[in-house]
């Protein structure tokens, strides 16, 4: 486990509440003790507040994360069913409250760590030439390691779904349980698209100047500054995030934490689901370890299936449900034959942007450890930014194919500061090489700086992924498959030269804007600026921002790619459910944390109404 970014920042803040002495690194070893004490009862305290013991359940739910926190709290409604949730993970500490540190976190146990599969010609510039995959393993799934960004989509991506055979998922259709979960307290939003009443938190962060460059620039181009989250989609924001008073609001906070106390509801951590029980086709439990020993919990009514677009699979095909000719291979008997792991959609970025402004505003370790204490007592300040991201925008490039003008093809991500701002942490995350890192970054490093991620929306290129062996404990082979179409390739050099373009509008000039233009490793030979200097570069900084959808595609039975209907139900089986973003049948226009818990609210009811309990 590597945690030398999170030594970095927390041996200095706690540093400074011990006396200056050759103790002080004892000091703060036996704090951290305490602080270990603190999580480790936190983690207890939620999986023992069950009174319930008994090994069947009317719902058993794998997976505490964005979807499968919601659903265990809207089905618990029903005071007489009784609801299993399980998950392999624990519960958050204390410091994964705090947005600036989201980078530290997935360099802790948090993570999963998967690994995707070499690719030939991509991830040049990362360690092994293998590309990271977090995904969070915590009672929250990967909102306790995200970057807390709230973005739902346009609402073309989901009438695109209503379109393809999945009625009830058009965007007013959807809207409502986007509203129904929402906390928001935005400063300025567009009215009809947001409620105040839910339990996600949805705030506005640090605004640094320079942000205020980035706005401006993008009013220079000629885009509006909108709400992203209304039915306008294009244009330049600030970031809506999932913070309650600059302090991160993960799943479990909001949809777990309030009713810790329900009787019917167990939430069992460190608890891994093996495999689904069936009997014929029908799904009726799950069998499950927990602190090494293996248990089955049985299901009177359902399955629900939660563990995210990776473990989801995963667990399906352990359990004979996915590509009859892969499970053969692995001798693990079919149940039904349905390309599960198939069809998978993600988002990458190229993270080689470099702008050097003179500002002292933007993302550095002096800057986080300087204003924790105004974080820590107010919940305001530098740190409630999301690491550094600050806005957003959305674009449609010079070579976008797609005739809709309100349909965006690249998403920019603004951050306050690049990889040379935080003593390499957010480099390690992204598993840049120690030589890559060296010859690219080191000379910034600690400099005022700003760039923006392009983040590909659209993908053109499509992955997939497949057991590496029966055991669940064997991560399994990812394959990204990552700019295969060369559309992919054309939009993400068109939206890099965009980039360019922006940084030298007027705003930004006032901050002696620099463009970082040293030679990416490796692309030297090429004619600097040319577009295959920028093909090279993509293929050796570009990384995923973990957004993987699709490997249990929702879709009629016409489709031969469906893995559950419209009503998340697999194919060829009873009992059981999909609820996660791996249903989502292509990439959106967006993060994944809100319409993971859209799912989870819409499958709530659709749950509910099956059973007669909706109200």
């Known amino acids: 486990m590597r945690l030398t970014g999170l030594l970095y920042l927390l041996i200095p803040i706690v540093s400074h509440h011990c006396s200056a002495s050759p103790g002080i690194l004892n000091g703060w070893l036996n704090t951290m003790k305490k602080f270990r004490d603190v999580f480790q009862f936190q983690d207890e305290w939620i999986s023992q507040q069950s009174k319930i013991s008994e090994d069947e359940y009317d719902f058993i739910i794998v997976g505490s994360g964005s979807a499968g926190s919601v659903i265990a709290n809207r089905l618990s409604e029903v005071s007489d069913w009784k609801v299993l949730l399980l998950e392999v993970g624990k519960g958050e500490n204390l410091f994964t409250s705090v947005p600036a540190l989201a980078p530290v976190f997935q360099l802790t146990h948090y993570n999963w760590n998967y690994l995707m599969e070499y690719q030939e010609n991509f991830a040049r510039g990362m360690e092994g030439r293998r590309l990271a995959w977090p995904r969070g393993r915590a009672l929250g799934g990967t909102s306790v390691i995200n970057y807390m960004i709230y973005t739902r989509g346009n609402p073309r991506d989901f009438d695109t779904w209503a379109i393809a055979g999945n009625p009830g998922w058009s965007y007013y259709e959807v809207l409502p349980y986007y509203l129904k979960s929402e906390r928001c307290r935005l400063q300025q939003f567009q009215e009809g698209f947001h409620n105040d009443q839910g339990l996600l938190g949805v ?296 980039i360019l373009t922006l940084a030298k509008t007027s705003k930004f000039k006032e901050y002696h804007t620099n463009f970082y233009d040293a030679p990416v490793p490796g692309c030297e030979y090429l004619t600097y600026d040319s577009d295959e200097y920028w093909q090279c570069a993509i293929e050796t900084f570009s990384i995923t921002l973990h957004h993987q959808v699709g490997t249990c595609k929702m879709g009629p039975n016409t489709d031969p790619e469906a893995v559950v209907n419209h009503n998340l139900q697999v194919y060829g089986v009873s009992n059981l459910r999909v609820a996660d973003t791996s249903v989502i049948p292509k990439a959106l226009t967006a993060h994944t944390n809100a319409p993971s818990i859209m799912v989870g609210e819409k499958a709530s009811d659709i749950i509910k109404a099956a059973w007669g309990r909706l109200q």
């Open 203 to 498: 705030e506005n962060i640090y605004h640094s100047n320079v942000l205020d460059a980035f706005i401006a620039g993008g009013e220079e181009l000629g885009y509006d500054q909108v709400d992203y989250n209304s039915d306008r989609q294009i244009g330049f924001s600030r970031i809506q995030a999932n913070v309650i008073k600059g302090r991160r609001n993960s799943v479990a906070k909001a949809f777990l934490h309030p009713i810790r106390d329900r009787p019917n509801l167990r939430i069992l951590t460190s608890a891994l689901a093996t495999k689904i029980i069936f009997a014929g086709n029908k799904a009726v439990g799950v069998e499950y370890t927990h602190n090494f020993l293996k248990f089955e919990a049985k299901a009177r009514k359902e399955v629900i299936v939660c563990a995210g677009a990776l473990a989801s699979p995963q667990l399906m095909m352990l359990s004979g449900i996915g590509p009859r000719a892969h499970l053969n291979d692995l001798n693990i008997p079919v149940i039904a034959d349905l390309p599960v792991g198939r069809n998978l959609h993600d988002h990458i970025t190229y993270v080689g942007l470099n702008f050097l402004v003179n500002s002292t505003q933007t993302m550095s370790l002096p800057n986080v450890i300087k204003y924790f204490g105004e974080w820590a007592i107010n919940g305001t300040g530098f740190d409630t930014s999301l690491g550094g991201v600050g806005g957003v925008a959305y674009i449609k490039t010079e070579v976008d194919e797609n005739p809709d003008p309100s349909y965006p093809d690249m998403e920019l991500l603004y951050v306050d500061g690049c990889l040379g701002s935080d003593a390499k942490i957010t480099a390690e995350t992204m598993r840049i090489s120690e030589d890559s890192y060296n010859r690219y970054w080191r000379k910034i490093e600690g400099k005022p700086c700003w760039t923006i991620f392009p983040m590909l929306v659209h993908p053109k290129s499509i992955g997939y992924m497949e057991l590496r062996s029966r055991n669940p404990t064997d991560h399994p082979k990812f394959y990204g498959n990552y700019l295969s179409d060369e559309r992919d390739l054309r939009t993400m050099i068109a939206a890099i030269r965009f």
